[in-house]
Protein backbone atom coordinates (compact mmCIF):
# COMPACT_ATOMS: atom_id res chain seq x y z
CA UNK A 1 0.00 0.00 0.00
CA UNK A 2 2.99 2.36 0.85
CA UNK A 3 4.62 1.83 -2.29
CA UNK A 4 0.76 3.05 -4.41
CA UNK A 5 0.53 5.53 -2.29
CA UNK A 6 4.55 6.71 -3.08
CA UNK A 7 3.67 6.33 -6.85
CA UNK A 8 0.07 7.34 -7.28
CA UNK A 9 0.93 10.42 -9.08
CA UNK A 10 2.71 7.93 -11.98
CA UNK A 11 -0.24 5.84 -11.56
CA UNK A 12 -2.89 7.73 -12.44
CA UNK A 13 -0.79 9.39 -15.13
CA UNK A 14 -0.37 5.76 -16.44
CA UNK A 15 -4.07 5.22 -16.39
CA UNK A 16 -4.97 8.34 -18.11
CA UNK A 17 -2.34 8.01 -21.09
CA UNK A 18 -4.20 4.53 -21.67
CA UNK A 19 -7.48 5.98 -21.50
CA UNK A 20 -6.67 8.63 -24.07
CA UNK A 21 -5.19 5.81 -26.22
CA UNK A 22 -8.62 4.07 -25.58
CA UNK A 23 -10.62 6.65 -26.83
CA UNK A 24 -8.84 7.75 -30.12
CA UNK A 25 -8.79 3.69 -30.60
CA UNK A 26 -12.79 3.31 -30.48
CA UNK A 27 -13.09 6.80 -32.58
CA UNK A 28 -10.51 5.64 -35.47
CA UNK A 29 -12.39 2.38 -35.41
CA UNK A 30 -15.81 4.10 -35.89
CA UNK A 31 -14.52 5.73 -38.41
CA UNK A 32 -13.31 2.61 -40.57
CA UNK A 33 -16.97 1.42 -40.41
CA UNK A 34 -18.36 4.17 -42.05
CA UNK A 35 -15.78 4.27 -44.50
CA UNK A 36 -16.36 0.59 -45.26
CA UNK A 37 -20.53 1.52 -44.71
CA UNK A 38 -20.16 4.05 -47.62
CA UNK A 39 -18.36 1.89 -50.07
CA UNK A 40 -15.12 3.58 -49.49
CA UNK A 41 -12.06 1.91 -48.47
CA UNK A 42 -9.60 3.18 -46.62
CA UNK A 43 -7.47 3.91 -49.76
CA UNK A 44 -10.45 6.20 -50.96
CA UNK A 45 -11.59 3.98 -53.97
CA UNK A 46 -15.20 3.36 -54.76
CA UNK A 47 -16.51 -0.35 -54.33
CA UNK A 48 -17.64 -2.66 -56.67
CA UNK A 49 -21.67 -2.53 -55.49
CA UNK A 50 -21.62 1.17 -54.76
CA UNK A 51 -20.04 1.52 -58.70
CA UNK A 52 -23.00 -0.68 -60.04
CA UNK A 53 -25.10 0.72 -57.92
CA UNK A 54 -24.72 4.62 -58.94
CA UNK A 55 -23.90 3.22 -63.02
CA UNK A 56 -27.45 1.87 -62.71
CA UNK A 57 -29.08 4.99 -61.48
CA UNK A 58 -27.37 6.93 -63.81
CA UNK A 59 -28.51 4.89 -66.90
CA UNK A 60 -32.06 4.61 -65.57
CA UNK A 61 -32.28 8.50 -65.24
CA UNK A 62 -30.56 8.60 -69.08
CA UNK A 63 -33.57 6.51 -70.39
CA UNK A 64 -35.84 8.65 -68.36
CA UNK A 65 -34.24 11.24 -70.49
CA UNK A 66 -34.77 9.86 -73.73
CA UNK A 67 -38.44 9.11 -73.06
CA UNK A 68 -39.37 12.32 -72.08
CA UNK A 69 -37.73 13.90 -75.37
CA UNK A 70 -39.27 11.47 -77.61
CA UNK A 71 -42.54 12.36 -76.01
CA UNK A 72 -42.03 16.26 -76.19
CA UNK A 73 -41.11 15.66 -80.07
CA UNK A 74 -44.52 13.50 -80.61
CA UNK A 75 -46.61 16.04 -79.09
CA UNK A 76 -44.81 19.20 -80.91
CA UNK A 77 -45.36 17.45 -83.78
CA UNK A 78 -48.80 16.80 -83.26
CA UNK A 79 -49.34 20.39 -82.04
CA UNK A 80 -47.56 21.58 -85.36
CA UNK A 81 -50.00 19.35 -87.54
CA UNK A 82 -53.20 21.01 -84.89
CA UNK A 83 -52.10 24.39 -85.92
CA UNK A 84 -52.11 23.20 -89.95
CA UNK A 85 -55.39 22.05 -89.54
CA UNK A 86 -56.76 24.69 -87.93
CA UNK A 87 -55.94 27.28 -90.40
CA UNK A 88 -57.19 25.14 -92.95
CA UNK A 89 -60.64 24.98 -90.77
CA UNK A 90 -60.57 28.77 -90.83
CA UNK A 91 -60.02 29.56 -94.48
CA UNK A 92 -63.06 27.16 -94.63
CA UNK A 93 -65.24 28.77 -92.59
CA UNK A 94 -64.15 32.20 -93.58
CA UNK A 95 -64.99 30.92 -97.50
CA UNK A 96 -68.44 29.73 -96.12
CA UNK A 97 -69.21 32.72 -94.14
CA UNK A 98 -69.10 34.27 -97.25
CA UNK A 99 -71.15 32.38 -99.22
CA UNK A 100 -73.74 32.56 -96.67
CA UNK A 101 -74.07 35.99 -96.72
CA UNK A 102 -73.81 36.28 -100.83
CA UNK A 103 -77.21 33.70 -100.45
CA UNK A 104 -78.30 35.77 -97.51
CA UNK A 105 -78.14 39.02 -99.50
CA UNK A 106 -79.35 37.44 -102.87
CA UNK A 107 -82.48 35.87 -100.69
CA UNK A 108 -83.04 39.26 -99.03
CA UNK A 109 -83.26 41.35 -102.25
CA UNK A 110 -85.70 39.49 -104.00
CA UNK A 111 -87.05 36.56 -102.30
CA UNK A 112 -89.90 36.18 -105.05
CA UNK A 113 -90.15 34.19 -108.51
CA UNK A 114 -89.49 36.56 -111.53
CA UNK A 115 -91.88 37.12 -114.19
CA UNK A 116 -91.57 36.52 -117.69
CA UNK A 117 -91.11 40.13 -118.42
CA UNK A 118 -88.84 41.63 -115.17
CA UNK A 119 -89.04 45.09 -117.16
CA UNK A 120 -92.98 45.11 -116.42
CA UNK A 121 -94.15 46.83 -113.76
CA UNK A 122 -96.69 45.09 -111.04
CA UNK A 123 -96.04 41.91 -113.22
CA UNK A 124 -96.98 38.30 -111.40
CA UNK A 125 -94.56 36.27 -110.20
CA UNK A 126 -93.64 32.91 -111.93
CA UNK A 127 -94.61 30.14 -109.67
CA UNK A 128 -93.15 26.84 -110.52
CA UNK A 129 -95.80 24.29 -110.70
CA UNK A 130 -93.88 21.42 -112.50
CA UNK A 131 -94.62 18.91 -110.28
CA UNK A 132 -99.04 19.91 -110.47
CA UNK A 133 -101.30 17.48 -112.32
CA UNK A 134 -101.14 18.01 -116.51
CA UNK A 135 -105.48 18.67 -115.97
CA UNK A 136 -104.03 21.56 -113.36
CA UNK A 137 -101.10 22.64 -115.79
CA UNK A 138 -103.29 22.39 -118.63
CA UNK A 139 -106.06 24.59 -117.62
CA UNK A 140 -105.72 27.53 -119.92
CA UNK A 141 -107.92 27.03 -122.56
CA UNK A 142 -106.54 26.48 -125.92
CA UNK A 143 -102.80 25.09 -124.46
CA UNK A 144 -101.53 21.70 -124.86
CA UNK A 145 -99.10 20.23 -122.69
CA UNK A 146 -96.50 17.93 -124.42
CA UNK A 147 -92.85 16.32 -122.65
CA UNK A 148 -89.59 16.12 -124.15
CA UNK A 149 -86.44 14.04 -123.03
CA UNK A 150 -83.04 15.90 -123.01
CA UNK A 151 -82.28 18.05 -125.98
CA UNK A 152 -80.66 17.52 -129.47
CA UNK A 153 -77.99 19.66 -130.72
CA UNK A 154 -76.62 19.55 -134.77
CA UNK A 155 -73.91 22.57 -135.06
CA UNK A 156 -75.05 25.45 -133.31
CA UNK A 157 -78.45 24.45 -133.28
CA UNK A 158 -80.30 23.10 -130.35
CA UNK A 159 -83.97 21.39 -130.09
CA UNK A 160 -86.23 18.48 -128.91
CA UNK A 161 -87.64 16.06 -130.90
CA UNK A 162 -90.19 12.88 -130.24
CA UNK A 163 -92.19 14.45 -127.94
CA UNK A 164 -95.11 12.60 -126.01
CA UNK A 165 -98.37 13.14 -124.33
CA UNK A 166 -97.42 12.02 -121.14
CA UNK A 167 -95.29 12.19 -118.43
CA UNK A 168 -92.82 9.06 -118.18
CA UNK A 169 -89.53 8.62 -116.78
CA UNK A 170 -86.98 10.46 -119.17
CA UNK A 171 -89.45 13.47 -119.20
CA UNK A 172 -86.97 16.21 -118.19
CA UNK A 173 -88.77 19.06 -119.81
CA UNK A 174 -92.37 20.41 -120.77
CA UNK A 175 -93.14 21.76 -123.87
CA UNK A 176 -96.42 24.00 -123.79
CA UNK A 177 -98.08 24.49 -126.72
CA UNK A 178 -100.62 27.52 -127.72
CA UNK A 179 -103.65 26.64 -129.98
CA UNK A 180 -101.97 26.02 -133.73
CA UNK A 181 -99.21 27.78 -134.09
CA UNK A 182 -95.68 26.33 -134.76
CA UNK A 183 -94.46 28.19 -131.44
CA UNK A 184 -94.05 27.12 -127.67
CA UNK A 185 -92.84 27.63 -124.51
CA UNK A 186 -90.73 25.18 -122.81
CA UNK A 187 -89.40 24.90 -119.23
CA UNK A 188 -87.41 22.21 -117.09
CA UNK A 189 -89.75 19.60 -114.99
CA UNK A 190 -86.83 19.21 -111.75
CA UNK A 191 -84.14 21.52 -112.66
CA UNK A 192 -82.51 19.52 -109.25
CA UNK A 193 -82.31 16.74 -111.27
CA UNK A 194 -81.21 17.40 -114.47
CA UNK A 195 -78.49 19.99 -113.21
CA UNK A 196 -75.96 17.34 -113.90
CA UNK A 197 -76.11 16.26 -117.10
CA UNK A 198 -74.81 18.87 -119.66
CA UNK A 199 -77.26 17.79 -122.50
CA UNK A 200 -80.01 19.48 -120.22
CA UNK A 201 -78.03 22.87 -118.59
CA UNK A 202 -77.51 23.26 -123.18
CA UNK A 203 -80.70 24.61 -122.44
CA UNK A 204 -80.75 26.47 -119.44
CA UNK A 205 -79.53 29.51 -118.25
CA UNK A 206 -78.89 30.03 -114.36
CA UNK A 207 -79.17 32.95 -112.40
CA UNK A 208 -77.73 33.15 -108.82
CA UNK A 209 -75.59 30.89 -107.27
CA UNK A 210 -73.63 27.66 -109.40
CA UNK A 211 -76.24 25.10 -109.90
CA UNK A 212 -73.84 22.66 -108.02
CA UNK A 213 -74.24 24.81 -104.68
CA UNK A 214 -77.79 25.21 -105.10
CA UNK A 215 -80.67 23.97 -102.87
CA UNK A 216 -83.28 26.36 -103.81
CA UNK A 217 -85.13 27.50 -107.28
CA UNK A 218 -86.86 30.30 -106.84
CA UNK A 219 -87.89 31.08 -110.06
CA UNK A 220 -88.57 29.92 -113.88
CA UNK A 221 -88.76 32.08 -116.97
CA UNK A 222 -89.68 29.54 -119.58
CA UNK A 223 -87.89 29.10 -122.74
CA UNK A 224 -88.72 29.56 -126.48
CA UNK A 225 -88.96 26.96 -129.48
CA UNK A 226 -90.42 26.84 -132.83
CA UNK A 227 -91.44 24.24 -134.79
CA UNK A 228 -89.12 23.08 -137.90
CA UNK A 229 -90.17 20.18 -139.43
CA UNK A 230 -90.38 17.59 -136.75
CA UNK A 231 -88.57 19.77 -134.35
CA UNK A 232 -88.62 21.79 -131.90
CA UNK A 233 -85.83 24.20 -132.42
CA UNK A 234 -85.10 26.52 -129.28
CA UNK A 235 -84.62 30.15 -130.29
CA UNK A 236 -84.79 31.27 -126.38
CA UNK A 237 -82.87 29.16 -123.44
CA UNK A 238 -84.77 28.62 -120.23
CA UNK A 239 -83.67 30.88 -117.43
CA UNK A 240 -83.87 29.35 -113.81
CA UNK A 241 -82.82 31.53 -110.91
CA UNK A 242 -81.12 29.61 -107.81
CA UNK A 243 -80.57 30.23 -103.88
Known amino acids: MKLIQEHSLLIIAILLVLLIISVLFYFLRERN ?10 RGSVSKEKFN ?59 APYDVDEKSEGANPIVDHSLESETTQGAIVGQKIKYASFPRSAGN ?26 KASFRPLDFMKIRNYDPAMAAILTDGVKPNVASTVLGVEPGDVCLEGNDWIIKKLAKVKLA
Open 157 to 182: TIYFSDLTDKLVDDSYFEIRLSGDTD
Open 33 to 42: SRDDSSGISR
Open 53 to 111: LVFNQRNEESQEKVKFENLYNDYREKYEKACVEIGKLKSRIDELTRDYNELSELYNKDT
